[in-house]
């Protein structure tokens, strides 16, 4: 089915019940199978380059991806994560533009590169999916907004602890009334997230664990007491 001999046929991947390709019809399916491109990518590698021409989309199998925005300064401001099912550069793609961030793999992933004409094909021969890739593309401008009001009227702090509700919930392991981040992040990119020094977080961390909100085990991050981030990250407010 696949003219890559490493390629999943995307009819047999599990990641595409997450991602736009889910309800998409079995010719289609078969289409996008014979063009797309499985890579394996290693922590540290980077995907794109922002001000790159984007020459397709990618689409997640497995693993996680950080989307970020280098300042002039150096310093790495992390737009968001992304994981399996998650589609990469179609924004920039259907913008006709370059990249306006770059992107790196954090956690070891399986990828998959479709050309531009294939999907471009997909969106004008069916309009659910036209619709469904509209729907998130609006989706993520609503979350840029609300990310752009919390860093202007939200604390440090209070940042931090919606932070790590927000990984708690994205890459999250329970355990024993606890909450494990399983996600090795660095506390410089834990602070490319909140937008803020790593001096900061590395403080605010150990005062979280010192008021029992958290743990810290090596790099990983145990969330002992949710609701306290939640009332600290001022989550029900507004």
Do not use: W
Not at 48 to 54: D, F, M, N, S
Not at 81 to 91: I, N, S, T, V
């Amino acid at each position: 089915m696949s003219s890559h001999p490493h390629n999943t046929p995307c009819a047999l991947c599990a990641s595409r019940k997450f991602s736009l390709f889910s309800d998409l019809p079995e010719s289609q399916v078969c289409t996008i199978s014979d063009h797309k491109n499985l890579i394996s990518h290693r922590k540290g590698q980077i995907l794109y380059y922002e001000g790159t021409k984007p020459l397709g989309i990618f689409c997640i199998n497995s693993g996680v991806v950080k989307v970020y925005k280098t300042a002039s300064n150096g310093k790495e401001q992390i737009i968001h994560l992304a994981q399996k099912g998650d589609f990469l550069g179609y924004a920039a793609l259907l913008g006709e533009e370059n990249y306006s961030n770059s992107s790196m793999i954090v956690e070891d992933a399986k990828i998959c590169f479709v050309p531009k004409d294939v999907f471009i094909n997909s969106l004008l021969h069916n309009s659910d999916f036209f619709r469904k890739v509209t729907k998130s593309l609006s989706h993520e401008i609503g979350v840029m907004e609300e990310k752009l009001t919390n860093a202007t009227q939200k604390s440090i702090r209070e940042r931090l602890a919606y932070t790590l509700l927000q990984l708690g919930n994205s890459y999250g392991v329970e355990g024993g009334g606890n909450q494990k981040i399983d996600l090795t992040l660095s506390r410089e990119e834990i602070a490319g997230i909140v937008g803020t020094a790593t001096e900061s977080v590395i403080r605010l961390l150990s005062e979280f664990k010192k008021d029992k909100l958290i743990e810290l085990e090596g790099k990983k991050i145990i969330i002992k007491d949710r609701r306290g981030l939640a009332r600290l990250s001022d989550f029900y407010a507004g």
